[in-house]
């Protein structure tokens, strides 16, 4: 649970700065009352999500998230604190998951990323990522996700 409190936290920091001007400061706070509690993330943990946490020293800074599926390995998360981004934490996440799912003898790596959120699809385009389809998902609370569903093939 300890590691759960500590991502929430982090969440909160990344998503109030990353995402308020793509969603809005109403749909941020109940996506991280409702996706990104602690409680939700521990229990994602105890369900098999693996979570996996960057550090410089001794302070978190970023955190990733995948859950293996029948073809494919699916990364639901993937944060880095503003001040660290651009140095290539994001790569060597990535780089970590190509190598958990060729260990699992996946085929694809996916990911939805929204479609307003410039920045990140311009990211996974460079890592090699091609947008497959698009999806909107109904996450409760009168909100919808408005996601682009990315795939990258090993």
Do not use: C
């Not at 604190?81 to 694809?108: P, W, Y």
């Amino acid at each position: 649970m300890e590691d759960a409190v500590s991502i929430s936290g982090l969440a909160r920091a990344i998503w109030t700065e990353h995402y308020t001007p793509i969603i809005g400061a109403m749909q941020v706070e109940y996506m991280l009352a409702n996706i990104q509690s602690a409680d939700k993330i521990f229990e994602r943990m105890e369900s098999g999500e693996e979570y996996y946490m960057a550090y410089l020293y001794s302070r978190l800074i970023g955190y990733m998230a995948i859950k293996a599926e029948p073809d494919r390995i699916f990364l639901s998360k993937l944060y880095i604190e503003k001040d660290f981004r651009g140095r290539g934490i994001a790569s060597q996440f990535i780089n970590l998951v190509i190598d958990r799912a060729r260990e699992l003898g996946k085929e694809f790596i996916s990911l939805t990323v929204n479609k307003n959120n410039l920045t990140s699809i311009s990211i996974y385009k460079k890592m090699g990522f091609e947008i497959e389809g698009e999806l909107v998902t109904d996450i409760g609370g009168g909100y919808v996700m408005d996601d682009y569903v990315m795939v990258k093939r090993l």
